[in-house]
Each structure stands twice: as C-alpha cells, then as structure tokens.
C-alpha cells in the first residue's frame, strides 16, 4: 500500500522560506514522477511542481516558476519542496502526489495515482 507522508508545512510571513518533505513508502519510489498540489479554500486544486523519476526533467506552474523548486532523494524515498519569496496567495493546503508515468503536458487536472494527507501552509502578509 502506497504512503506518502508529508512534513514541514507552518505559519511564515510574506518574504519567508519554507522546505516541504514528503517521504514515501510501498512503492518502487525512484520509478515514480512525484508531484506537489495545492488548493486553497474555495479554489480548484492546482498543480504546482512535478518532477521525474530521474530528477532530469521538471515542471512548475507560472505561479511559482523562479520562487519554488521541487527536488528528490531517491535513496531517501523522499521528495522536496522549497519554497522561496512565499506571498499570501501561496496560501493552501499542499499535498504530495506521485505515479508511475511522466506525460508530456501537465495541468491541475493530470491523474496521479496516490495522494499524502496534506500539511497546511499559511504565508501572513
């Protein structure tokens, strides 16, 4: 049974930094992309970053691009979310995510087969 557990979410004020984990058990955890979602209260879930198995190929949403870099540590089972420069839209509950496939476009609505409980970020401005 596929686990993913994630770690490191809190309060922090406009400007500030703060490094999401989420560490992964019951699967072949460096032959899946892993990715980062969010939703805030009231708005769609929203994709955030996904990265590839490798590590090689990334992918961020508009809304983070230069500020957020998703990272892995396959011998760790684990993967990273650090965040940079967080606003108060940042906002959200963010959620691990991963599957065993890499597509070639990636949107808020692309399947990922397993989800973590989620941990709360919350950026005051």
């Known amino acids: 049974q596929v686990q993913l557990v994630e770690s490191g979410g809190g309060l922090v004020q406009a400007g500030g930094s703060l490094r999401l984990s989420c560490a992964a058990s019951?699967?072949?955890?460096?032959?899946?992309?892993m990715g980062w979602f969010r939703q805030a209260p009231g708005k769609e879930r929203e994709l955030v970053a996904v990265?590839?198995?490798?590590?090689?190929?990334?992918y961020y949403a508009d809304s983070v691009k230069g500020r957020f870099t998703i990272s892995r540590d396959n011998a760790k089972n684990t993967v990273y979310l650090q965040m940079n420069s967080l606003k108060p839209e940042d906002t959200a509950v963010y959620y691990c995510?991963?599957?065993?496939?890499?597509?070639?476009?990636?949107?808020?609505?692309?399947?990922?087969?397993?989800w973590g409980q989620g941990t709360q970020v919350t950026v005051s401005s």
């Open positions: 995510a991963a599957d065993s496939r890499w597509f070639t476009r990636y949107s808020d609505r692309t399947p990922f087969s397993s």
């Open positions: 019951g699967l072949t955890f460096s032959s899946y992309s």
């Open positions: 990265i590839s198995w490798s590590a090689l190929s990334t």
